[in-house]
């Protein structure tokens, strides 16, 4: 049964860094690009950034220089690294799974993703 597992949220003042992780399992991990997406209230769900089972990475403009996505093939684990954070970088972030390209990435695209984690819940306080 495919899983993903999202950890690591939590509060954290303007300014501050929080590491999210994803533990994926019952897949091949090697085969598929991950990303991380992330949905405050009212508002659509967007990406964050993308990564490749070589590790190349591509980011939303948002996040561009603060944020960075690493992963762990060995362990199918996927984290994500946030610094410097801002109030609106709230929202709930999620893993996802994309297999459509064997591990590589192209679009950060919602709908290219067909496996999700539950989320985790990141606060940026002022």
């Known amino acids: 049964q495919l899983q993903l597992v999202e950890s690591g949220g939590g509060s954290v003042q303007a300014g501050g860094s929080l590491r999210l992780s994803c533990a994926a399992s019952?897949?091949?991990?090697?085969?598929?690009?991950m990303g991380w997406f992330r949905q405050a209230p009212g508002k659509e769900r967007e990406g964050v950034g993308n990564?490749?089972?070589?590790?190349?990475?591509k980011y939303a403009d948002s996040v561009k220089d603060r944020f960075t996505i690493s992963r762990d093939n060995a362990k199918s684990t996927l984290d994500l690294l946030m610094n410097s954070l801002k109030p609106e970088d709230a929202a709930m972030y999620y893993c996802?799974?994309?297999?459509?390209?064997?591990?590589?990435?192209?679009?950060?695209?919602?709908?290219?993703?067909?496996?999700w984690g539950q989320g985790a819940q990141v606060t940026v306080s002022s």
């Open positions: 019952g897949f091949n991990f090697y085969s598929a690009c």
């Open positions: 990564v490749d089972k070589a590790g190349s990475t």
């Open positions: 996802a799974a994309d297999f459509r390209r064997y591990g590589w990435c192209d679009r950060l695209i919602e709908t290219d993703f067909r496996y």
